[in-house]
C-alpha cells in the first residue's frame, strides 16, 4: 500500500506521476539523469523533469520515493505512473522494449471512455485461465456476488501430456515439485538412519512408477476440488481456450472445436506462461520440460537438465536424489536475478553431491539414437551434440532423457490481444499492467506469472487475484505489494530468500550504506551421519542509513522454505538488525542463527562455527 500522506509530499509526487506520461525525478548536476533525459530526447518523447537540487523540498521528496521504490538515489523515472527504475533500468527498458509499451501503453488508456462499461454483459467477470491466481479471483468475485465464468484449457505438450484445472502450481510445478523433492530427501535419510541406530537395509530401491503413480493420484483429487468449488460458488467453468474479439467479447472453443461467445464487463487474463523450448533439430521431437517430467511413465534414466533456472536445479536435485545419474548444462550464470554468492553455494553442493554441470555448453541437436521400451521401464537413448560458446569445443553425449527448463513464455500468443487493443511487452509477449493491475484498457486486468516485469510465484498470483476482486466489487482499495516476497528453492539443500539480493541492494542503496551479516553454520541433524561442517549459510543485508533496517535475508539449509516464511514478516514490518539481536531464538534449530548474527562481511573475519 502507498505510505501515509502526512506531509504532502506524498500527494505532490502522486500529482506529477498522474498529470505526467514521463517523470523524471532527477538533480540538475547528476550525469545518470542527463543520460536518462537524454535518452527520452532521442525518442522525441517529452517528460517532465523535478530536480530536487532546486527545490526547497528536494530532501523530503527524495525521502518519500526512496520509501516507495526502495531507490535511494537518481534519476528515478516513472512511465505512466510505473516505477521503470533508475539509468540502467531505463536503458534496459529501452533495449528490451518494455519502455515503448509502457509508453503506448498510456497513450492507448488515455483513449478510452468509460461510458461502455454502462452496458449489459452475460458475466461481471470472465477469467482466462484457470491456474492458481485465477481460480481466486473468480471465487472471491463470487462470493461478493458477481456472475463470473473461468475459461481454462490446457494444450497438450509435444509428448502429448495434458492436466486438469488448477494451472501450473497443481499439476506441473509446485506441488508435484515438493513431492518429488521429499522423496528424494526420504532416500537421504534412509541413508542417514544407520546413524541415529535404525537397521535398515544397506541397499533401498526406488520406485519410480509407484511414486509418480500416488502424485497423480494426488493432483486428481486438487483438480476435483477445485471443480466442486467453483460449482459451490456458483462459477461457470467453461473447459474451452478463450480469445478476444473485442475489449468485451471472448470467443471460446472447446476440444471438440465447438465455438461459443461470451461478453464480460471485465476481464482478468490470468494465462501463465510454458516452458520454452530452443530451435535447435530434435527438441521438441525427443526432449521433455517440466510440464512432463512429473507424470513421465518411466524412470527418467540418465538424464541431463538444461538451464540455470530454480526449475532445471530442482529437478536435477531430486533426480539425483531418487538415485539416478544427473547432469546440468549452464549457459552462464547460475539462478539468473538471485543473490549470486546463494546461488554458487547451491551449485557447489550440488556438486558435492554428485550432479555433474557442464558450464559455457548449450545444445545445437539432439537425436535419438534408440527408441528403447517404456512400457516395460526402458528409457529412449538420446545423443546430444553441444558445443562450448567461448572455445567452440564440440561434444557428443547419450543421455536417456533431456529435459529443457531454460525459461517461459507467456501464454498471450493465441489469445487475440491485438484485437482487444491490449499492450504487450513485445521482447517476452507479457502484459503490461500498472500497480492496480490493470492493463491499457481499461477493463481488462491481468495477475499473476503472464505480468510483466512481477514474481511468477503462486502465492503472489492468489493474492494478487483475491485484492483484484475486492478492489473491483467489494469497494476497497487496497494493492498487491511485490516487495519483500519470500521464495525457495528446493534444491538439495534448500535456500529461502525474502527481499534484495547483495548484487540488488548495492545497486539499489549503494555499497557504502551497507551492512551485510552472515554466517555459516552446522545443522545438528547432520553432526551423527558426519555429513560435512558449515555446509549451511545465512546472511541479513542492512542498510546503515535508515538504521540497519534489514531489507534482504537469505537461509541456505534445512527446510528453507518454513524458516524464511517467519522472518519475511519481519521485512514486511521493517525489521532492524536490533529487532533481529532482541528476538530469542529456539534452540537447537537452524533458524537460530539469524538471531545471534555477529561478524559483519566488511571485518573479513571468519564465520566457521565449531560449536553448537
Not at 509499451?101 to 452496458?119: I, P, V
Request: with cysteine.
Amino acid at each position: 500500500m502507498p505510505p501515509v500522506k502526512e506531509n504532502g509530499i506524498a500527494d505532490l509526487i502522486d500529482k506529477y506521476l498522474q498529470e505526467n506520461k514521463v517523470v523524471i525525478f532527477s538533480k540538475s548536476f547528476c550525469p545518470f539523469c542527463i543520460r536518462v533525459k537524454d535518452l527520452f530526447k532521442s525518442i522525441n518523447q517529452e517528460f517532465t523533469a523535478v530536480e530536487l537540487d532546486k527545490r526547497a523540498d528536494g530532501d523530503n521528496i527524495q525521502k518519500e520515493l526512496r520509501s516507495r521504490t526502495g531507490l535511494a538515489t537518481v534519476p528515478s523515472v516513472f512511465v505512466a505512473g510505473n516505477h521503470v527504475g533508475g539509468c540502467d533500468a531505463t536503458h534496459s527498458a529501452q533495449r528490451s522494449g518494455r519502455l515503448e509499451a509502457l509508453l503506448n501503453f498510456r497513450a492507448s488508456q488515455d483513449q478510452q471512455e468509460d461510458g461502455e462499461l454502462d452496458a449489459n454483459y452475460d458475466y461481471d467477470l470472465v477469467v482466462i485461465g484457470g491456474g492458481s491466481g485465477g481460480l481466486a479471483a473468480s471465487k472471491e468475485a463470487a462470493l461478493l456476488g458477481k456472475k463470473v465464468a473461468v475459461c481454462d484449457y490446457v494444450k497438450p505438450t509435444p509428448i502429448g501430456t495434458t492436466w486438469g484445472l488448477g494451472g501450473t502450481c497443481v499439476n506441473v510445478g509446485c506441488i508435484p515439485k515438493k513431492l518429488m523433492h521429499q522423496s528424494a530427501l526420504i532416500g537421504k535419510y534412509l541413508d542417514d538412519s544407520h546413524a541415529f541406530g535404525w537397521n535398515t537395509p544397506d541397499k533401498v530401491t526406488h520406485d519410480w512408477n509407484k511414486m509418480v503413480e500416488k502424485i497423480q493420484e494426488h493432483i486428481k483429487s486438487l483438480n476435483w476440488g477445485y471443480r466442486v468449488q467453483l460449482r459451490d460458488k456458483k462459477v461457470d467453468y467453461i473447459n474451452a481456450y478463450a480469445s478476444f474479439l473485442d475489449p468485451h467479447t471472448l470467443k471460446t472453443v472447446d476440444k471438440r472445436n465447438k465455438e461459443r461467445i461470451i461478453t464480460a464487463r471485465h476481464v482478468v487474463i490470468a494465462t501463465g506462461g510454458r516452458p520454452r523450448y530452443p530451435s535447435i533439430p530434435g527438441a521438441k521431437e525427443y526432449c521433455i520440460t517440466s510440464d512432463d517430467i512429473f507424470s513421465l511413465p518411466h524412470s527418467p534414466g540418465k538424464t541431463l537438465c538444461v538451464g540455470a533456472s530454480y526449475i532445471a536445479l530442482e529437478c536435477a536435485g531430486f533426480l539425483k536424489g531418487l538415485g539416478l545419474e544427473v547432469e546440468v548444462m549452464v549457459r552462464s550464470i547460475l539462478l539468473r536475478g538471485f543473490d549470486q554468492q546463494m546461488a554458487e553455494l547451491i551449485g557447489k553442493n550440488m556438486e558435492e553431491e554428485g550432479v555433474k554441470f557442464s558450464r559455457g555448453f548449450v545444445p545445437i541437436k539432439v537425436e535419438k539414437i534408440e527408441d528403447g521400451n517404456p512400457s516395460e521401464g526402458k528409457p529412449p537413448t538420446l545423443k546430444v551434440t553441444s558445443k562450448h560458446q567461448e572455445s567452440g569445443e564440440i561434444r557428443e553425449d547419450m543421455y536417456n532423457t533431456v529435459l529443457f527448463a531454460i525459461g517461459r513464455n507467456a501464454c498471450t500468443d493465441e489469445i487475440a490481444a491485438d484485437k482487444a487493443g491490449i499492450v504487450l511487452n513485445p521482447l517476452n509477449g507479457k502484459v503490461i499492467a500498472d500497480e492496480a493491475e490493470r492493463t491499457n484498457v481499461k477493463n481488462i486486468f491481468a495477475i499473476g506469472d503472464v505480468l510483466d516485469g512481477k514474481l511468477e510465484l503462486t502465492p503472489v498470483a492468489i493474492q494478487a487475484g483475491i485484492q483484484l476482486s475486492r478492489r473491483l466489487y467489494g469497494g476497497q482499495v487496497g494493492l498487491m505489494d511485490y516487495i519483500n516476497v519470500p521464495t525457495t528453492v528446493f534444491t538439495p539443500i534448500e535456500y529461502g530468500s525474502v527481499g534484495f539480493s547483495e548484487e540488488a541492494a548495492i545497486e539499489r542503496f549503494g555499497a557504502d550504506d551497507i551492512e551485510i551479516y552472515h554466517t555459516s553454520f552446522t545443522p545438528l541433524e547432520y553432526k551423527l551421519p558426519k555429513k560435512g561442517e558449515n555446509v549451511g549459510y545465512a546472511k541479513v543485508i542492512c542498510i546503515k542509513s535508515l538504521n540497519e533496517r534489514v531489507v534482504g535475508l537469505h537461509y541456505f539449509g534445512p527446510n528453507a522454505g518454513e524458516v524464511t516464511q517467519g522472518f519475511a514478516l519481519g521485512l514486511k514490518l521493517n525489521a532492524s538488525k536490533a529487532d533481529l539481536d532482541n528476538l530469542v531464538g529456539i534452540h537447537p534449530t537452524t533458524a537460530e542463527v539469524l538471531t545471534t548474527l555477529r561478524i559483519t562481511k566488511a571485518s573479513g573475519q571468519d564465520v566457521l562455527q565449531k560449536g553448537c
